[in-house]
């Protein structure tokens, strides 16, 4: 599995129906239209489950964008409304009809999905938090508040993903009806209509610019926010703009086949040389380009053409399911990417068939019924958007109910938090208090694998009277003797630093955490073995473990000057596959969990072994250095070192502590650390 993030989607407004090209002069559907969203979603549908066979599948995002604002100012071009008012109304209560009944049903089914049977870990820890975000049309944001960024391959694992496109429609619908209700009544004045007009090619001017400023900067921003991606929306309603005026309307057959071959030969250009370090600025210039063309020919009168092919019916049909294909695809994919895998021909077809079904029966019992329902069409307007909102806030609070009781629900071992998380929090048993005064202060400094220690550290604090002190920072390497620190990390860990020499008194101890292997794995999966292996023993990787020889010299010179007792922990062992996604009877057989939880020992302590030399030269620098040697508990020198104990995981994953990790070195860590504390006050003679 690449490292691609599949987060092109299908654009929720598009399937409006009842919104034709032609409506300006006639209410005829255009089921060309549908085939071309046909197209769309079979390209974003390929690309996630098949990324090498379309690698530009994911512009399928922007071909819906275009039919959105096209079908969507056609269905604004229609209302008779003569208040501002009634208009917006009769806008908003379409979108609820057409928006949030499949949408409701797949957030609360895929939410329950995700409680039973996803590990709760950093890798799905925004899946519900993105959610939720989607029920307010605020996912786009939340993707990029919690670092689920542009073609990251975390966002492989987040169920919710796919809703971004949503609220950035959503977000459209806020301030479009606006502009078109002034560009479009006469009675609100020709200057207002004039300034109206001009001012959505104004906007569309401006997003694009901001997607080519957005793009080069801030890639996230450039490919969730509106602010970049109004222009691709703005480019369809335009269009239907200037048809509803006469304007490039296709009247000759020649115009119309030649509108057809651009258009596609544009579409196809994006899905198949598209290149994502430039984008959306500017290789989305071509899929929208393209669908306008596409578009302005299938809006045409005089039938006939190529253009003809995307008014077949099966195009028309799969077009038509298109929303709730879009909704469907994603969450299906992913699920079987946390359980049994989403690689093989086999896995692609059961994805590709459970999303056909589900669009389907989503299609024909939720969207069809609720937007053709006599009964809510009978409504009033106000009644409808009261129900419509009241409908979202329930089912929002039952999502976040079903996320609140996700222990409870779900069918995972990783749910028993007491053993899997290394968090104090989650402990069976309940600490004694720590004693008043402080014996003495323990400062813990480093990476995530600081923090994995909290357990440990807990139980130190309320046993020998400490106050513990923890300056984590996740993927900032601390004295890891492997690689220079990263210069991104720097900043922030000079002024831990400084608040530790301020804290810090004679007799204080220092632990030094960090990550200080090469992984075998990650939570992604496992790691090429051969090339970890070369790539730690190139000139580079020799010449970089020397810089940051020196570099945890200065920094334990430093932290002595000031009085402190450093301990720095030794390389634990790693494993190429992750315990908490591998240990139930739903995800055993995942491809990522093909290396076991077994490492050869022998291997290990070779594998360690620059590192090592790298710590016995800082012995010899510092005689008061400490050295906490974990490996040989966790990895007993018989027989291959092994994630768990018996059924109990030592790890959460690949090289982060369990809770019983914790629970198992404890002993020794008091045992080790208790002779550099200063006596306690009772044991000093008077």
Request: proline share 6%; hydrophobic share 50%; glycine share 6%.
């Amino acid at each position: 599995m690449g490292s691609q993030v599949h987060s092109a989607t299908h654009a929720s407004g598009l399937d409006d129906r009842s919104a034709t090209a032609g409506a300006y002069v006639s209410s005829a559907h255009i089921a060309g239209i549908d085939g071309l969203r046909a197209l769309a979603v079979l390209a974003v549908i390929i690309y996630h489950f098949v990324p090498s066979a379309l690698p530009g599948g994911f512009t399928g995002v922007d071909i819906f964008f275009v039919i959105s604002g096209y079908v969507v100012t056609g269905s604004l071009a229609r209302s008779r409304s003569t208040n501002l008012r009634s208009f917006l109304a009769a806008f908003y209560v379409r979108r609820i009809l057409r928006i949030f009944p499949a949408l409701i049903a797949c957030l609360i089914v895929v939410s329950l999905a995700y409680a039973l049977v996803v590990p709760d870990s950093a890798l799905s820890k925004t899946s519900a938090k993105t959610a939720l975000a989607a029920f307010v049309g605020l996912s786009n944001f939340a993707l990029i508040l919690f670092d689920d960024g542009y073609f990251s391959p975390k966002v492989e694992f987040n169920l919710f993903t796919h809703t971004w496109s949503l609220a950035v429609e959503e977000q459209f619908y806020v301030l479009f009806p606006f502009l078109f209700w002034f560009a479009t009544r006469p009675h609100v004045g020709p200057l207002v209509n004039r300034f109206a007009r001009w001012t959505i090619p104004a906007l569309i001017a401006a997003s694009l610019t901001i997607a080519a400023l957005w793009t080069s900067g801030h890639m996230d921003w450039s490919y969730y926010l509106l602010p970049s991606r109004f222009w691709e929306l703005g480019a369809g309603a335009l269009l239907a703009l200037l048809h509803q005026r006469g304007k490039l309307q296709v009247s000759s057959p020649a115009v119309k086949e030649l509108c057809t071959v651009a258009g596609m030969a544009l579409v196809g250009l994006a899905l198949f040389a598209t290149e994502r370090t430039h984008f959306p600025f500017p290789w989305a210039i071509a899929p929208v380009l393209g669908t306008v063309l596409l578009i302005n020919a299938l809006s045409a009168k005089k039938p006939g053409g190529s253009s003809s092919a995307l008014a077949l019916w099966p195009a028309v049909y799969v077009g038509r399911l298109s929303y709730s294909l879009y909704l469907w695809h994603w969450p299906i994919i992913v699920l079987m990417r946390w359980t049994v895998g989403a690689d093989s021909a086999a896995e692609i077809f059961v994805a590709t068939l459970a999303t056909f079904i589900m669009a389907a029966l989503s299609y024909h019992f939720v969207e069809g019924p609720v937007r053709n329902s006599s009964t809510l069409n009978g409504w009033e307007k106000k009644r409808m958007l009261i129900s419509g909102t009241s409908t979202v806030v329930s089912a929002l609070l039952f999502c976040g109910m079903i996320f609140v009781c996700q222990p409870y629900l779900s069918l995972s071992t990783t749910a028993d938090k007491a053993v899997w998380s290394p968090e104090a929090k989650y402990m069976r048993e309940t600490l004694p208090p720590a004693t008043q005064p402080y014996r003495a202060q323990v400062f813990v400094y480093g990476d995530s694998h600081a923090w994995a220690y909290d357990r440990l550290l807990k139980r130190l604090e309320a046993d020998e009277g400490v106050k513990i002190h923890t300056y984590t920072h996740f993927g900032c390497g601390i004295a890891n003797l492997m690689r220079p620190t990263n210069p991104a990390c720097a900043a922030a860990l000079e002024n831990d630093l400084t608040d530790i020499g301020k804290l810090a008194q004679k007799g204080d101890v220092l632990l030094l955490a960090s990550l200080r292997m090469n992984r075998l794995g990650d939570q992604w999966g496992p790691l090429p073995q051969a090339q970890v292996i070369n790539n730690q023993n190139s000139a580079l990787a020799a010449k970089e473990r020397a810089i940051a020889l020196e570099q945890a010299d200065a920094l334990i010179t430093r932290m002595q000057a000031k009085g402190l007792r450093i301990i720095i922990d030794a390389p634990k062992p790693v494993f190429a596959t992750a315990p908490f996604r591998c240990s139930d009877w739903f995800n055993a057989r995942n491809p990522s969990c093909t290396a076991g939880f077994t490492v050869d020992r022998t291997f290990l302590v070779g594998f360690r072994q620059p590192v090592m030399q790298s710590i016995a030269i800082l012995s010899k620098r510092h005689p008061g250095l400490t050295v906490w040697d974990s490996f040989p508990l966790l990895c007993p020198a018989t027989g291959n070192c092994n994630a768990f104990d018996g059924n109990k995981p030592k790890f959460f994953d690949g090289d982060h502590l369990s809770g019983y990790g914790n629970d198992l070195l404890y002993p020794a860590f008091r045992s080790l650390i208790a002779p550099l504390l200063p006596a306690p006050a009772s044991a000093k003679p008077a």
